[in-house]
C-alpha cells in the first residue's frame, strides 16, 4: 500500500503547511469556543520547533491538528504537500503511525503491557515482522538508557523512565515528526533536562521535532520557537542554529509502506485480548461464566430430549414401523380382547394376498398351566402362525419354530419363551423334544425361544408358550376368534394404501366396521413429533440461557470499552486502524465465547452424566455440540460488535482526553 504523499515529499517543501487554521469546539451550541483564530505557519523537515502559550492559548488544540488526530474547522493544511482534508480515517491511521510519533505530558503508555510491548505498538499496527520489531523495540529501550526495564510494566518506572520509553514508542516506525506536548511537565528537572537532550539530538539526527510547551526554559532548547497567544500566533523566532550544517544532516528516509500481514496482524490481536482478559480475570471468569451455563443447558436440555425421545422411538421402532395392527371392535369400542369375537383366523388368510402384504399373522391366548414332570408353572399361551417370528423378529434361540404343515395337521407341537423353560426345567437342561402338558394336553416341545426381555410397561415377553392357532383354539381356547392380526408390509412408503384395502377388504368381509387398524408408522411419527416439540422446548430454555449469557458478554464489553477509551485514543495515536481496534475487541468477545463455549460443553456432558445417574435418559450428540458451540461464537460475534464497534468510532483525541 503506498500512499499518494509519499511519493511528493521534496526536499525543498516544507513538512507542515497551514494556511489560516481556524478551530472551532461545539460550533452549533452554546458552549461554542473558537480556539485557533486562522494560525498561519510552515516548518521544513529535520526542524525542532517549541510552540510556547499561556495554558489555554490553544497549543494542544495546535498540535492535535498538526499530528492528524483532530481536524480544523477551516483553512488548509498541507502535509508534506498533500491537503489533509481529502484523507479518510484509514488514511490518517496511517499517517499517525508511519509519520508521526507522539509524546505525551502523562507518557500515556498502555498499563497492561511492558516497556518493550509499549515500544512495539506502531511497529505491530505497520506490520513489521515480529523479529525485526523486537530486536528494533530493544535497541531503541538500550538507546534510551532501559535495556534493563524491558520487562517492565508502565507502575514499575519511574516518570522519565516511562517519558523514555514513549520516546522510544515514537521513534519505532522511524519517527520522522516526533510531536511532543509538554513532554517534561511531569518530570523532575534532572530527567526533563535529560528528555530535552534527547530530543534535540532526534532533530540532529534529521527528526522534526515540535515541543508544546507554555515554559520559556524548555522552550529556550528548541532552535525556533513560535509563540501562540488566544489562538493567534504572536511571535516567530529562530533562537540558534542547529552545530551540524544542513548538508551533514541526515535526511531521515520516509518509511511509507505498510507491511500488515493479516495473520501476524491476527496473532497479536489474539495476544493482546488474552493479555486484556487476564488482568481483568475475576470478570473475565464471571463473564465465562454466563457463556458456560448458557452452552452446558443448550447441551444438557438437548441431550435430555434426544435421550427422552430416542427411548420412545426405539420402544416404538422394537415393534416394527412396517406393521399394520388389527383388533377386533369396532372404533372406540370398549373392552377390546378376546371377549369381543369380529375376527377370525380366515380374515388373516385373507389380508395375506393383498398386495404389498408380506405376511398377516393372528395371535389368540390364554391363560394356561404347564406342566413338566413335577413342576407347574401358570403362562400365557399364544396361538399364532408360523410367520410369527419373522413379523416379530424374533428368532428361536433352540430347535425350531412349528411350521405351516404343523398347524395344517393339527400338530400338538409348541415353543416355549425363555422364563417358561427357567421355571420347569433345571439349569442346562435341554426341553426340546420333551414333551409338556399345556393345560393336561400332551404338547411335544420343538424349540425356545431367544430371550427378547421386557415391555416398557414391565411385562415379561418371555413369559409365554406359543402354539399353533389350530390346535390351539380345538384344543386349548375353545374357540376360533382372535385377539389380534399383526400385518407386515412389504413397502413401508405404500403402508396407507395398504390399511386402506385392508379396511376395505374387512369391511367388506365383515359387512360392518368392528375392527380397528393402527398403523405402526403413524404412531411412530406422531411420537417423532411429539418428541420434536419437547427437544425445541427443552432447546428453548438452554437457548435462553445462552442469551442471557451473550448480554452478559455485551454489558462487560461496553464496560471494557469505556474503562479502556484511553487506551484505545494511544492505540489510534499510534496508528491502530479503525479494523485493528474492532477486531481486538471483538476477538475478546469471541475469545471468551470460545473458552465458554468449550467449558459449557464439558459442563453439558457432565450435567447429562448426572441426569443418566437418576435414571433420566439422556444422550448428546456429536451435532448438539457442534450446534452449541456455534452458537456461542456466534454470541461472541453478535453481542461483541456492538461495544467492538463502539470502540472503533471512538475520535482519537476524545478518546486520549479521557480518563
Ligand atoms: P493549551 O494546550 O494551550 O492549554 P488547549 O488547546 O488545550 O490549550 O485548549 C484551548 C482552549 O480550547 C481552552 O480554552 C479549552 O477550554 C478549549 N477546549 C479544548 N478542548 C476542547 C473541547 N473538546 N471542547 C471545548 N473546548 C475545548
Known amino acids: 500500500m503506498t500512499k499518494p504523499i509519499g511519493r511528493q515529499i521534496a526536499l525543498g517543501q516544507p513538512l507542515f503547511e497551514l494556511e489560516g487554521i481556524t478551530k472551532v469546539y461545539n460550533p452549533d451550541s452554546e458552549q461554542r469556543v473558537e480556539v485557533l483564530h486562522g494560525v498561519s505557519l510552515k516548518i521544513q523537515r529535520g526542524e525542532f520547533v517549541a510552540i510556547m502559550g499561556a495554558s489555554g492559548s490553544g497549543k494542544t488544540t495546535l498540535m492535535n491538528i498538526l499530528g492528524c488526530l483532530d481536524k480544523p474547522t477551516g483553512g488548509r493544511y498541507l502535509l508534506a504537500g498533500t491537503d489533509v482534508a481529502g484523507l479518510d480515517r484509514s488514511d490518517l491511521a496511517w499517517l499517525r503511525r508511519s509519520v508521526f510519533g507522539f509524546v505525551f505530558q502523562s507518557y500515556n503508555l498502555i498499563g497492561t503491557a511492558t516497556a518493550q510491548e509499549n515500544v512495539e505498538i506502531p511497529a505491530i499496527y ?22 534493563e526495564r524491558t520487562t517492565h510494566r508502565p507502575n514499575q518506572l519511574s516518570g522519565g523512565q516511562q517519558q523514555r520509553v514513549s520516546i522510544a514508542r515514537a521513534l519505532m516506525n522511524g519517527g520522522t515528526a516526533i510531536l511532543a506536548d509538554e513532554p517534561t511537565g511531569a518530570l523532575d528537572s534532572t530527567s526533563g533536562a535529560e528528555v530535552l537532550q534527547f530530543l534535540e539530538h532526534l532533530a540532529d539526527e534529521g527528526h522534526t ?3 508544546i510547551t507554555h515554559d520559556a526554559e524548555v522552550a529556550r532548547h528548541a532552535r525556533r520557537r513560535i509563540e501562540i ?20 544532516r541526515p535526511v531521515k528516509a520516509l518509511d511509507f509502506i505498510d507491511h500488515a500481514k493479516r495473520l501476524d496482524e491476527f496473532s497479536e490481536t489474539l495476544r493482546m485480548a488474552l493479555r486484556a482478559l487476564r488482568v481483568n480475570l475475576l470478570r473475565t471468569i464471571l463473564t465465562l461464566l454466563g457463556i458456560v451455563i448458557g452452552v452446558g443447558s443448550v447441551v444438557a436440555m438437548l441431550a435430555v430430549g434426544d435421550g427422552a425421545r430416542q427411548v420412545v422411538l426405539d420402544r416404538i421402532g422394537s415393534m416394527g414401523t412396517d406393521l399394520l395392527l388389527i383388533r377386533p371392535g369396532a372404533p372406540n369400542q370398549r373392552g377390546v380382547g378376546n371377549a369381543i369375537a369380529t375376527l377370525v ?15 398377516a399373522v393372528p395371535e389368540l391366548s390364554a391363560s394356561v398351566t404347564v406342566r413338566s414332570g413335577d413342576s407347574d408353572y401358570q403362562t400365557s399361551a399364544t396361538g399364532t402362525t408360523a410367520d410369527l417370528t419373522e413379523i416379530r423378529d424374533w428368532p428361536v434361540a433352540r430347535g425350531s419354530f412349528f411350521t405351516r404343515e404343523d398347524a395344517a395337521r393339527y400338530a400338538a407341537v409348541t415353543v416355549l419363551g425363555q422364563t417358561v423353560v427357567n421355571n420347569l426345567f433345571p439349569a442346562g437342561a435341554d426341553p426340546v423334544g ?5 393345560n393336561n394336553v400332551p404338547f411335544q416341545v420343538l424349540g425356545v425361544m431367544a430371550a427378547k426381555g421386557a415391555t416398557a410397561s414391565g411385562a415379561d415377553l418371555d413369559d409365554v408358550v406359543f402354539v399353533p392357532l389350530s390346535t390351539g383354539s380345538l384344543r386349548l381356547f375353545g374357540q376360533r376368534n382372535v385377539k389380534t392380526i399383526t400385518v407386515a408390509v412389504d413397502d413401508v412408503d405404500k403402508i396407507d394404501a395398504t390399511q386402506s384395502s385392508v379396511t376395505a377388504l374387512l369391511a367388506e368381509r365383515h359387512k360392518a366396521e368392528d375392527f380397528q387398524i393402527r398403523n405402526m408408522a ?12 419437547l427437544s425445541v422446548l427443552l432447546g428453548s430454555v438452554g437457548a435462553i440461557s445462552l442469551l442471557v449469557g451473550g448480554i452478559g458478554v455485551m454489558n462487560i464489553m461496553l464496560v ?3 474503562e479502556r477509551t484511553r487506551e484505545i485514543g494511544i492505540r489510534m495515536a499510534t496508528g491502530a486502524r479503525t479494523r485493528n481496534i474492532l477486531q481486538q475487541f471483538l476477538t475478546e468477545a469471541v475469545v471468551v465465547s470460545i473458552f465458554g463455549g468449550l467449558l459449557g460443553i464439558g459442563c453439558g456432558f457432565a450435567m447429562a452424566a448426572g441426569f443418566m445417574q437418576f435414571g433420566v435418559p439422556a444422550a448428546v450428540s456429536l451435532e448438539v455440540v457442534a450446534l452449541a458451540f456455534a452458537c456461542a461464537v456466534a454470541v461472541g460475534l453478535v453481542f461483541g460488535f456492538a461495544p467492538a464497534l463502539k470502540a472503533a468510532r471512538l475520535d482519537p483525541v476524545v478518546a486520549l482526553a479521557s480518563e
Open 126 to 147: 505497520a506490520g513489521h515482522p515480529a523479529a525485526e520489531r523486537h530486536r528494533r523495540a530493544a535497541e531503541l529501550l538500550g538507546m534510551l538508557g532501559l535495556a
Open 209 to 211: 521535532v515540535i515541543i
Open 229 to 248: 497567544k488566544d489562538g493567534n500566533i504572536v511571535a516567530d523566532v529562530i533562537q540558534s542554529w542547529s552545530e551540524k550544517a544542513p548538508s551533514e
Open 345 to 359: 383366523p380366515q380374515d388373516a388368510e385373507a389380508i395375506s394376498s393383498l398386495a404389498n402384504v408380506r405376511a
Open 434 to 438: 420333551r414333551f409338556v402338558l399345556v
Open 522 to 533: 403413524a404412531v411412530l411419527e406422531t411420537a417423532e413429533a411429539t418428541q420434536n416439540t
Open 560 to 562: 471494557s470499552v469505556t
